[in-house]
């Protein structure tokens, strides 16, 4: 998995502020969608992230038995 470009709330911020910028339809087609595709890559990073700091979670505090330990985080799922 590759690393988010920038920390996770920088990113929200930016997408949010992509959100905005389209809802308000003030850029021409290109331009809109060059912002649309810049919103999907940043989306698809904050979910990559989420999605690594959920399986994170679940190795600390479950176990495959569901008792709660604490284990060691695998190499794979390291940021």
Do not use: H, Q, Y
Request: charged share 45%; hydrophobic share 35%; proline share 3%.
């Amino acid at each position: 998995m590759a690393k988010p470009k920038f920390k996770f709330e920088e990113a929200i911020r930016k997408l949010e502020t992509i959100v905005d910028e389209l809802e308000k339809g003030e850029f021409s087609l290109e331009a809109s969608l060059k912002k649309f595709e810049e919103g999907l890559k940043l989306g698809r990073e904050c979910r990559e992230f989420l999605d690594s700091a959920e399986a994170r979670i679940r190795v600390l505090v479950e176990d495959k038995d569901g008792n709660l330990v604490e284990k060691e985080v695998p190499d794979e799922l390291k940021g």
